[in-house]
């Protein structure tokens, strides 16, 4: 069988748009009928989903495989990194949590991780087309080149041609496109084949000199200047990322930005809403008044609810709910709302018993076994006063086994004890028909406002996926692409 066809794209830094320039390759090859696959060998982030195997990948390696029409894969991101604290990940290999340790015991494992990212690339090369590989951070970390396989060494391996982009939004970008190039080494450089700006806003022709500079020194071909994109329905990979919606009126949506928070896009549909305002806080003075309190998910449930302690949010939480208000726990958040989360294998922290909220009967008991699974749930609740009974989809990804009174079944769907919810369930508000419901309940009808002007989830993600496969094929010179994969 004909090894696939292999193209990278690399960056000068982290936040310059490699899984965004990714997802649009893969679009634009599938619309030209490729069978591609995405592939990151190493990622790091909190945000994470479940693959078609049942193991978790990292999200922005999922909306890749969406954008090439294929089903999420443990194999397109082998080695997932979630940091829980400065200097501590758990360490996610080919979809299974294998433990948590600091960055020193990570570098001892390199020889051993780099076979499983072997593994999992030849996986994907005997099955598609094309394999459009996203680098991670820089190539050119000097300090740590003997460390990284996510860069050179996996270019080296799938003999791929890299495309290294450079981000002029952060300024200094022919700066940092040379300054890369440089400090690559010959057999490195090789590898490179075109540059690519992105994010730019302005007239392109400005670009002129710096361009024809930066080839003849390097003697590598530009390959063209992508627009800066607003307004992308797209998940954010960093937390960093995380903005409340400009939106004003309607529904206030209050979301707990915890130390620790994960799975951040569990909120993103809300956004459809035209009527609902999507607001972060991290502190009691900023709490204010609003309709629904979110507690999300967190990659340290013990150290983010004393975090909550600290920045004296419990004591508005407890008089919130009191008057009345409507409080939804989604995983951490969930295990915070119970009496307790008790750690003795030290899985998440070194705290072995917390105290929750105990606005919620449960009680979270952390194991050495992660549920990562895809779930079919029966939502059965009232809010406001109104039954909301849905068939949803989501997935769960947790640490603990949680607890509580033998008539409530919190691993399906949502506990509920008067206006307090709880649920495992990532990709909640995902599900159209739900998010309307739940939403129009608050707002005191039955619908939601705006149900016309409000676009399905996959539908408005599908529009952002046409967007920028369009976008990029126009800035960049496709032929050459073509020519440099051929």
């Known amino acids: 069988m004909p090894q696939a066809k292999t193209l990278m794209i690399q960056g000068t830094g982290s936040g310059v748009g490699k899984s965004l320039l990714t997802a649009a390759l893969c679009r634009i090859f599938k619309k030209a009928g490729w069978r591609v696959a995405p592939f990151k060998a190493q990622n790091m982030s909190n945000n994470s989903f479940v693959a078609a195997e049942g193991g978790e990948i990292a999200r922005a390696q999922a909306m890749q495989a969406e954008c090439a029409g294929v089903a999420p894969s443990v194999h397109m991101n082998p080695v997932l990194l979630k940091p829980h604290s400065l200097t501590e990940s758990q360490v996610v290999v080919q979809g299974r949590a294998l433990e948590s340790m600091p960055v020193r015991d990570y570098y001892r494992l390199q020889k051993t991780l780099f076979s499983k990212v072997e593994d999992s690339f030849r ?35 799938a003999q791929a041609p890299v495309l290294l982009a450079g981000d002029i939004e952060r300024g200094g970008v022919f700066a940092s496109l040379y300054g890369t190039y440089a400090l690559l080494t010959r057999a490195e450089r090789r590898h490179v084949k075109g540059f690519i700006i992105n994010k730019f806003r302005g007239e392109p022709a400005l670009l002129g000199p710096g361009i024809r500079y930066l080839v003849n ?22 937390s960093l990322d995380l903005s409340s919606c400009p939106q004003k009126g309607g529904l206030d949506v209050a979301v707990c930005r915890f130390s620790r928070i994960s799975n951040f896009t569990d909120l993103k549909p809300l956004e459809l809403e035209s009527h609902v305002k999507v607001r972060y806080f991290a502190r009691a003075q900023d709490f204010g008044k609003p309709d629904l309190v979110i507690l999300p998910g967190t990659k340290s449930t013990a150290v983010d609810m004393e975090f909550l302690r600290k920045q004296g949010l419990d004591r508005p939480l407890r008089r919130y709910v009191k008057e009345g208000g409507t409080l939804l726990g989604i ?36 194991e050495p076994e992660k549920v990562t699974k895809k779930v079919n749930a029966l939502v059965n609740i009232r809010v406001n006063g109104r039954r909301i009974r849905e068939n949803v989809k989501g997935y769960e990804i947790h640490l603990g086994r949680t607890t509580g009174p033998k008539d409530s079944n919190q691993n399906e769907g949502i506990i509920q004890q008067r206006n307090i919810f709880g649920t495992y369930l990532h990709g909640l508000f995902e599900n159209d028909s739900f998010r309307r419901k739940f939403l129009g309940a608050l707002s005191g009808n039955g619908h939601g406002r705006d149900r016309a002007h409000t676009m399905s989830f996959a539908r408005a993600r599908e529009k952002s996926y046409e967007r920028i496969a369009e976008t990029v094929r126009e800035a960049l010179d496709m032929k050459k692409i073509h020519a440099i994969l051929c």
């Open 331 to 366: 995983c951490g958040g969930f295990q915070m709302l119970g009496r307790v989360i008790e750690d003795r294998h030290g899985m998440e922290s070194s705290r072995k018993r917390v105290a929750g909220l105990g606005l919620l009967p449960v009680k979270t008991f952390f």
């Open 123 to 157: 996986y994907l090369e005997k099955r598609f087309d094309l394999v459009i590989i996203e680098g991670a951070g820089s190539p050119a970390e000097i300090n740590l080149r003997k460390f990284d396989f996510a860069n050179m060494k996996m270019a080296r391996l």
């Open 217 to 238: 020194k390097t003697r590598v071909p530009f390959l063209g200047t992508v627009p800066y994109m607003e307004s992308l329905f797209l998940d954010e990979e960093d």
